[in-house]
């Protein structure tokens, strides 16, 4: 046989692999056959014969980590919001076309099959995908890590529009099984609630402290793979999942009230059914705080429990564990573990203290005042009583620190305590994790220099040298590879495939930037994919949109801070503009948004509202006659991105300048060839700075001249009497013209513009946005000119990887090597 006829042969043995693995899953696993299989079956047999190729890398990848002994890192998030699995998965193992041709050999439509999985949508936004694409790239980078979190049994809620206003239906994903989970029923760890500390002094006059007549709820592990891309490892992420305990279960049974001990056995299950849907606001709910202590306790349980399978000495955890808090809300590890080092383990305050400064790392996502955690005093008293003394003993240290550092300054001692003693007495959840890390952190440059300036600047003072910037990124195989394969493919045949692994490589896109094939290449990709998304819109909006139009879009959770409302001014603008000169050319635009609301958030809910009262004058206006469409898409999740980013012309990032932590959307635009409009907030000024300032549309103030406003008094009214476009529009809101039916209906908005203070400056920065808009429509009219900024948008974004951002934690916070995977360390019949 010729070398290449092996080739083909050995191809021929791998799909007929992948065929046997698929039909033996269908009939053995799901008992269906060719006959009885629905489209979801299909896909479920597809999954699990995807993860029997995962499964050996993951032992394998387990083993060697265990036997290097390395230092591990742990990702603790309340939020993972993973989305789809199975493409991104045969992507990582190389294994996307064989199992396309094997599957759809059988006759099978493939695209369909894939499109029947469900989202993982266990996180509300930018937090939660964050985690996602931190577990991509510490898998493609090697790095032993886990992810930690809850196994909500109901997800982010699903988001239906009716009469152009939110629903919110329940998000049951593990209705109809999650092929990629392997319940670990040997992973079980307690969880203590409530209760009360004894205090007993031992031989040396020690006190010993012990948490009893507590409820205890037990914490199960669900593990799923994530597999890195092009290499053996696969990581673990863990979920906790609560089930009652035995000894719960004696409790109440014994009482022998059956059905109220039923009762009794499935309220304490509640912890884990439900991801709270609030995103940059603090739910200030029992249950959540309860949620938050299952995580904390059951990942503190687990880390040590692998700590100890290769060590006694637990001086020795820094050196083998980093724990990365993302944001506050799994805080509670620190106390958890101080309890377990000294009430447990024995260890000295000093030494356990100590210990855990140097294991744990915080992360802050937002300065927004309203979602910073505080939890009441007396949640604590009721349900975590010995952390709160724990708490309290942390806070007395550190105020006699606070005291040395700064002797003369007594005002300091009540802005940096940990107990906030105004009114109802709080903790603050941001404090105790300065305190107890040897790392904070921020997520863009702006934003950190924000956190050692404004928000932590007493901590910065006393601590500089825990202060450290680690600009967000975003994993390259998702957004660009899998979503967008035109482009990849397009991307590949003039620069090569390394883009996947060193997203700096796209620089290489600079040098053909201007070359006339490659941009009518480019522009035939985005036409195509513009295409796609218009069938999107038919489908689900029954609307017919103009893919020649400019795909103006912003997506991302409803928020003020994030103003879709100066958006929405902006259009109702043109739409003016367009009425009072029906005749004169106006560059065609679909205004496309997508976005959830927290479901209490009244305004956020009521510019949902306001968006499609919008579309519906404005798309059914004769005198409009189709050239500026607007569209609210349902259902924002990772998988409705993937369809959105890749078809957008240009992306909407226009937070007022000091709110947008970073922004990690922004990147994903860029990445697929959309054009920024956007404010120098969070990570768009790192986009420009990487771009250039001719390749993006900045608009409106900076960070320092809110602040100067803001300090000299902001008068929107000045804003709103001083121009004529402005005052019509918001005139136009107030007065009932797109909700005829309900004329005071959108009053709440403009109030808070007019009335309330406009606390997020939409009118300072109207003028500017419009202007700004207006040179958009100028290089619209140019496309060869526009699709050349956007390839060398695209180019600059090397640094938007999130395998840099991942580097960077490894290197300046945890202190942590890749593990070289070898392969064949556990022994398994091989496929
Ligand atoms: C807290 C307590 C109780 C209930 C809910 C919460 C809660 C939940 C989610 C508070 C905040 C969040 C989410 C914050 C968030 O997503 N922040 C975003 O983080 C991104 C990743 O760093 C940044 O890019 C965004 O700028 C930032 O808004």
């Not at 007493?458 to 601590?463: A, C």
């Not at 883009?499 to 796209?506: G, I, M, S, V």
């Not at 949109?545 to 801070?561: A, G, I, M, N, T």
């Not at 059914?620 to 959105?644: M, Q, T």
Request: one cysteine or more.
């Amino acid at each position: 046989m010729t070398e290449e006829q092996i080739g083909v042969n050995e191809e021929l043995d791998k799909q007929m692999l992948i065929i046997k693995s698929f039909l033996e899953h269908l009939e053995y696993t799901l008992g269906k056959d060719k006959y009885s299989a629905t489209a979801y079956d299909r896909f479920n047999a597809l999954a699990y014969a995807v993860r029997d190729y995962l499964v050996e890398r993951w032992l394998d990848t387990q083993q060697a980590y265990y036997n290097s002994d390395y230092k591990r890192v742990y990702y603790m998030s309340m939020e993972f919001l993973m989305g789809r699995t199975l493409s991104n998965s045969l992507i990582n193992l190389g294994l996307w076309e064989d199992f396309k041709d094997a599957i759809s050999s059988l006759g099978n439509d493939f695209d369909q099959i894939v499109n029947e999985e469900q989202d993982a949508g266990l996180g509300n936004g930018g937090l939660g995908r964050l985690a996602a694409c931190f577990l991509d790239s510490m898998a493609t980078m090697s790095i032993p890590a886990y992810g930690y979190g809850i196994r909500y049994e109901y997800g982010i809620f699903r988001q239906h529009i009716i009469d152009g206003a939110q629903v919110e239906i329940p998000d049951n994903w593990l209705r109809y099984r999650n092929p990629w989970e392997l319940d670990r029923q040997e992973h079980l760890h307690t969880v203590k609630f409530y209760g009360r500390v004894i205090s007993t002094p031992d031989a040396n006059g020690k006190l010993v402290r012990e948490w009893v007549d507590t409820d205890d709820v037990m914490a199960m592990a669900y593990d799923t793979p994530i597999p890195g891309y092009q290499t053996q490892s696969v990581n673990t992420l863990r979920l906790w999942s609560a089930k009652s305990s035995r000894e719960f279960d004696l409790k109440f049974f014994n009482e022998g009230n059956y059905i109220r001990a039923v009762e009794k056995k499935m309220q304490s299950e509640t912890i884990s059914k439900v991801l709270y849907p609030a995103d940059n606001v603090v739910e200030g709910k029992e249950l959540r705080f309860k949620q938050e202590y299952f995580l904390a306790s059951a990942t503190v349980h687990d880390v040590i429990y692998r700590f100890k399978k290769k060590h006694q000495d637990m001086r020795l955890l820094p050196d083998k564990v980093a724990i990365q808090l993302n944001d506050t809300h799994p805080t509670l590890a620190i106390p958890e573990l101080m309890r377990v080092l000294m009430d447990v383990e024995g260890v000295e305050w000093e030494e356990a203290w100590d210990i855990t400064k140097k294991t744990f790392a915080y992360t802050n996502h937002t300065i927004l005042p309203e979602a910073l955690e505080q939890w009441p005093v007396w949640f604590f008293e009721q349900i975590l009583p010995r952390h709160l003394q724990i708490i309290y003993e942390i806070n007395e240290r550190f105020l006699k620190e606070i005291r040395e550092h700064f002797p003369n300054e007594p005002e300091r001692l009540a802005r940096m305590s940990i107990v906030e003693e105004h009114w109802e007495r709080k903790i603050r959840m941001a404090h105790l994790a300065i305190v107890g890390s040897h790392s904070v952190n921020g997520v863009a440059a702006l934003h950190t220099e924000i956190l050692k300036n404004e928000l932590f600047r007493d901590f910065y003072e006393m601590y500089p040298e825990r202060f450290n910037n680690k600009t967000n990124g975003i994993t390259q195989r998702r957004w660009l590879k899998m979503s967008n394969p035109a482009l990849s493919a397009l991307i590949d045949e003039y620069i090569g495939g390394g883009w996947t692994t060193n997203l700096y490589d796209l620089e290489k896109l600079s040098a053909i930037a201007s070359d006339p094939e490659f941009i009518a290449r480019w522009r035939q990709v985005k036409r195509s994919n513009k295409e796609g998304l218009c069938r999107y819109i038919k489908q689900h909006n029954d609307l017919d949109v103009d893919p020649d139009s400019l795909f103006d879009v912003q997506v991302k959770r409803l928020h003020e801070y994030k103003r879709q409302l100066l958006n929405v001014l902006h259009i109702i603008t043109l739409y003016n503009r367009i009425k009072d000169n029906p005749g004169a050319y106006v560059v065609p635009r679909t205004f496309i948004f997508a976005g959830k609301a927290a479901p209490a958030y009244a305004t956020a809910k009521l510019i949902i509202r306001l968006i499609n009262a919008v579309a519906a004058v404005v798309n059914h206006d004769p005198d409009v006659a189709g050239r500026i469409k607007v569209v609210f898409l349902a259902n924002y999740s990772v998988s409705l991105a993937e369809k959105i980013f890749p078809a957008s012309d240009l992306s909407e990032q226009i937070s007022t300048a000091g709110t947008e932590a970073s922004g990690t959307g922004n990147m994903k635009f860029a990445l697929n060839g959309a054009l920024t409009i956007g404010t120098l907030d969070g990570a768009n000024i790192e986009i420009m700075e990487e771009v250039g300032r001719d390749n993006i549309f900045i608009f409106g103030m900076t960070a320092a001249e809110v602040s100067q406003l803001r300090a000299r008094g902001y008068n929107p009214r000045e804003y709103y009497n001083g121009n004529r476009e402005l005052k019509r529009v918001l005139d136009m809101i107030a007065s009932g013209f797109f909700s005829p039916w309900a004329p005071d209906l959108f009053t709440p908005l403009t109030d808070s513009l007019l009335n309330l203070g406009d606390h997020y400056m939409l009118l300072a920065d109207y003028a500017s946005y419009v202007a700004c808009h207006e040179k958009v429509a100028e290089l619209f009219k140019q496309p060869d000119e526009w699709a050349r900024r956007a390839i060398l948008n695209c180019a600059g974004m090397g640094k938007f990887s999130s395998d840099r951002t991942i580097d960077q934690y490894a290197r300046e916070i945890w202190g942590i090597k890749p593990v070289n995977i070898l392969p064949g360390t556990v022994e398994l019949q091989r496929h």
